[in-house]
């Protein structure tokens, strides 16, 4: 298939609405037979459109076995306000997938750090559905995710399933917590000496703010992982999903066109860094 082809534009109809925190919202769009879920790669992404006022890169969700293609959408500007507030039956356009994901058949018989931070989760929850899929695959799956609050926390309802497959554990982690919760208060990498990581073995897909990639890669280093078994999607800041705005750009590189997955030592000497 040709690099127009496929990138061509597409009408997505949304088919339902799912309210993961008060500002965020997970759409699952009907491509009319167009493209399927099969299509995208986990930790590509898709501009999607809202007619005559614009359009944003945002990470595909969904799993190559779903039959909707999912996006989770934060309300932080006047394109995603009006994505967050689509009722189903609407229609939106949808371009890609663009960009290079994560090197899943890299993961196989390794141990599998699926670390994420705040709306991070969302590029990998396709590398969680391909794992608990084939959980034979991997020498055991680790998904490590923190977010500010409870509250903040998305894909609450899948918690349980992940959490219920052969192999998979589930840690999470918040800064503050509340009276409710019960669980671990604190940034994602507290969850590191509970997970029962082997660094021999492991090989760590990371996703979230930048300075959450940065003490992520700090204690995993640490620990003793390679370097070069180490993945981050550096999604910030793009825009144009080929390179030509320049808005993206790191060193040499342009996330949204030569990643926005990258092994960590691609892009090391770019990448905000003390002691890493």
């Known amino acids: 298939m040709s690099r127009q082809a496929l990138h061509a534009f ?39 459109y ?12 969904s799993s190559r076995r ?3 293609l999912m996006h989770t959408v934060r309300s932080v500007g006047t394109v995603t306000n009006l994505l967050t507030g689509l009722s189903v039956g609407e229609n939106i356009g949808v371009r890609g997938p663009f960009g290079k994901g994560w090197p ?21 929850r396709p590398v969680i559905e391909e794992a608990i899929g084939k959980p034979r695959r991997f020498a055991g ?14 894909y609450t309802h899948e918690y349980s399933r992940w959490q219920a497959a052969n192999g998979c554990d589930l840690l999470l982690t918040v800064d503050r917590g509340d009276g409710d919760w019960r669980g ?11 997970a029962g990581i082997n660094p021999g073995r492991a090989i760590a897909f990371i996703c979230g703010p930048e300075l959450m990639l940065k003490f ?12 070069e078994r180490i993945f981050i999607s550096l999604e910030r800041n793009m825009s144009c999903a080929s390179g030509t705005c320049g808005h993206c750009q790191l060193g040499p590189f342009f996330i949204c066109r030569d990643g926005p997955v990258f092994s960590y030592p691609k892009v090391r000497d770019f990448f905000p860094r003390e002691g890493v």
Do not use: C, H
């Open 10 to 48: 597409m009408r997505g109809t949304v088919r339902e609405v799912a309210k993961e925190t008060p500002d965020t919202f997970s759409l699952l769009l009907d491509l009319g037979g167009k493209r399927t879920p099969a299509d995208f790669m986990p930790g590509q992404f898709n501009m999607l």
């Open 50 to 61: 809202v007619f005559g006022v614009g359009e944003v890169p945002i990470s595909v969700a």
């Open 66 to 68: 779903e039959k909707l």
């Open 104 to 124: 899943v058949a890299e993961a196989a018989e390794k141990q599998l750090l699926v670390i994420a931070g705040g709306l991070g989760l969302p590029p990998l």
């Open 141 to 154: 799956v680790k998904v490590l995710y923190g977010a500010r609050t409870p509250s903040d926390l998305i």
């Open 184 to 194: 671990n208060v604190g940034v994602v990498t507290t969850l590191f000496p509970k």
């Open 216 to 227: 992520s890669i700090l204690e995993l280093v640490k620990m003793g992982v390679p370097a």
